[in-house]
């Protein structure tokens, strides 16, 4: 299986004048644990870390450091992560009919989940996996801030990555969003616009995104968890 790893954002809303991916947790950059999740997983064999030119000196430094020179590929990122994601369907080898995507600041991902993912992509168009939400999600007017709706919550999901998607249409799916000018926050996202199938697999209650010093700290207590 191909894994794209979208890892050229910064670290703005973390506030770091770096990409957060190369803050350390736990005694590693974070990106490595993400990286080391995929090299436990019997499935990925072919990994493209989307980035920024910058970083790539640092990439090169941590993906040599944890042995994995020879799966991992660095390709050239965009400003949003849909540019980033498309950049990465670009540099993905013309053999690839399937490939996971997966943000790099979800480091706590397993190599469980990425072969759960992978083995139901064998079967369907698209996934994501996800969890059910906790919260009662309300939808509120954003000038006057007061409430529309409540959805049922038991409808609710909260998308996590990995996402899977046959590279062809995912391609398309990019092609079209970039020419419509769609922004979307995640890829099953232009995959549904542009009406594909898209199903669930049980994602991981601790497969957090790491957006603020908050869920690093989090990131860190559970990584030491684990280590135990
Ligand atoms: O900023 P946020 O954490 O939501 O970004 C999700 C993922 O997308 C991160 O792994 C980040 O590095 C990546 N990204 C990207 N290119 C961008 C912005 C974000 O690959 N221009």
Redesign the pocket.
């Known amino acids: 299986m191909y894994l794209l ?6 670290g703005r ?1 973390i506030g770091s004048d770096r ?3 190369l803050l350390p947790v736990f005694g590693k950059p974070l990106i490595a644990w993400t990286l080391l999740a995929a090299k436990l997983s019997r499935s990925i064999r072919w990994i493209g870390v ?3 030119p910058d970083d790539f000196p640092d990439f090169k430094d941590i993906i040599n450091g944890i042995g994995m020179s020879k799966m991992v590929h660095l390709i050239p ?5 849909q ?3 498309f950049c ?1 369907l670009q540099g993905l080898p013309a053999v690839a009919e399937r490939v996971l995507i997966h ?4 480091c706590l991902v397993t190599p469980a989940l990425f072969d759960r993912c992978a083995e139901e992509l064998l079967t369907c168009p698209g996934l994501i996996a996800a969890v059910p939400v906790k919260d009662t999600i309300k939808i509120v007017q954003p000038t006057s801030q007061m409430i529309t709706g409540t959805p049922d919550r038991g409808n609710l999901w909260a998308a996590q990555t990995p996402q899977g998607f046959q590279v062809e249409a995912l391609t398309r799916c990019h092609q079209e969003g970039e020419d419509k000018g769609w922004q979307v ?1 995640d890829d099953a996202m232009l995959f549904e616009q542009c009406g594909f199938p898209v199903k669930i697999v049980p994602g991981e209650e601790t497969n957090l ?3 603020t010093i908050m869920d690093l700290a989090i990131a860190e207590f559970i990584l030491r968890q684990r280590a135990k």
């Open positions: 790893i979208p890892a050229a954002g910064s809303r990409n957060k991916l989307v980035g920024q990122g965009g400003d949003t992560r540019a980033s994601v990465g943000d790099g600041a979800r926050t995104k790491v957006t």
